[in-house]
């Protein structure tokens, strides 16, 4: 079942063990997913497990979506599919910290929660 107001497209990256090389490396994984983004609540905190509690975005995705924990969400946009998503940006990674499905009626969807990690530079 599609998102309720969806506001974003998500790219989203696996790591996946090379054996050749015996690295792991993120491959791209999901392309397109979309779904509505915004700042986690209060409320959510509140039920999350601790692993889960540094998130800072929570996106609510098609119900049976494969988001895993440690998912890494490689590119975001608007509906149009060029345009960046403002708070997206290159000095930060989007870690997946703890996915959710809710109730399965009429709105059924998966909640992923997502952490913010600064990795360079000035973050914003």
Do not use: C, K
């Amino acid at each position: 079942m599609p998102v309720l107001l969806p506001n974003i497209l998500i790219t989203t990256a696996r790591s996946q063990y090379n054996s050749a090389t015996g690295t792991t490396q993120p491959q791209i994984y999901l392309v397109g997913v979309a779904g509505h983004i915004g700042p986690v609540r209060a409320s959510q905190l509140a039920v999350l497990p601790p692993d889960a509690v540094t998130s800072q975005l929570s996106l609510l995705v098609p119900s049976g979506t494969d988001i895993i924990v440690g998912d890494t969400i490689m590119a975001m946009t608007l509906n149009d599919g060029v345009t960046v998503w403002p708070a997206f940006n290159d000095t930060a990674s989007y870690i997946v910290r703890f996915t959710q499905e809710t109730a399965p009626m009429i709105l059924a969807a998966r909640m992923v929660y997502i952490e913010i990690v600064i990795t360079s530079g000035p973050a914003f």
